[in-house]
T-cell receptor
């Protein structure tokens, strides 16, 4: 089955610097790749996602890139702020549809990002 | 837009006691619903998912069970809790081809 690996497990940056988190996946049929931000004691929040027909997607300071050939995707956060400090999870799914076993997300183990003021 | 409710928010239960966690969803119909568990400082483990009323699929054999008595209600249960059942339990649903999580229930088994 699908396996998603996420690196690094912890990342510390200075405020204003950029942060990059990388994930690799094993199943070439995976075609949906979301990123979640989880603050302490809260449920994960979807912050950006990308589908396999797109190579890059941006939303203000956040961007995600996808390399289907290499089977890896990355989250880029620019101009980091202390409120960006959280655990970030990547995930992969092999279906465009939101149903059944084909729609189940496989998650990476998470990256704890700390932004120092 | 959809809203996912979970209760209780926190729960402390002794070993051997029963468990019932509830998840309800607003703003969508016939959603696919999920239960995840997150141990302290760890990743997300999928426990159960449901594609409809009465339809439950289990991903990991364990001390827990799930039920879906209504279209937008998903319940996680146990007859006898173990210490290893402690964790943060998250309900999730797909909405417009994106998966969203509820606020979670923090369960501590003592």
């Amino acid at each position: 089955g699908e396996n998603v690996e996420q690196h690094p497990s912890t990342l510390s940056v200075q405020e204003g610097d950029s942060a990059v988190i990388k994930c690799t996946y094993s199943d070439s049929a995976s075609n949906y790749f979301p990123w979640y931000k989880q603050e302490l004691g809260k449920g994960p929040q979807l912050i950006i996602d990308i589908r396999s027909n797109v190579g890059e997607k941006k939303d203000q300071r956040i961007a995600v890139t996808l390399n289907k050939t290499a089977k890896h995707f990355s989250l880029h956060i620019t101009e980091t702020q202390p409120e960006d400090s959280a655990v970030y999870f990547c995930a992969a799914s092999k279906s465009m549809n939101y149903g059944g076993s084909q729609g189940n997300l496989i998650f990476g183990k998470g990256t704890k990002l700390s932004v120092k003021p | 837009s959809q809203t996912i409710h979970q209760w209780p928010a926190t729960l402390v239960q002794p070993v051997g006691s029963p468990l019932s966690l509830e998840c309800t969803v607003e703003g969508t119909s016939n959603p696919n619903l999920y239960w995840y568990r997150q141990a302290a400082g760890r990743g997300l483990q999928l426990l159960f998912y449901s594609v409809g009323i009465g339809q439950i699929s289990s991903e990991v054999p364990q001390n827990l069970s799930a039920s879906r008595p209504q279209d937008r209600q998903f319940i996680l249960s146990s007859k006898k809790l173990l210490l290893s059942d402690s964790g943060f339990y998250l309900c999730a649903c797909w909405f417009r081809q994106e998966q969203y999580f509820g606020p979670g229930t923090r369960l501590t088994v003592t």
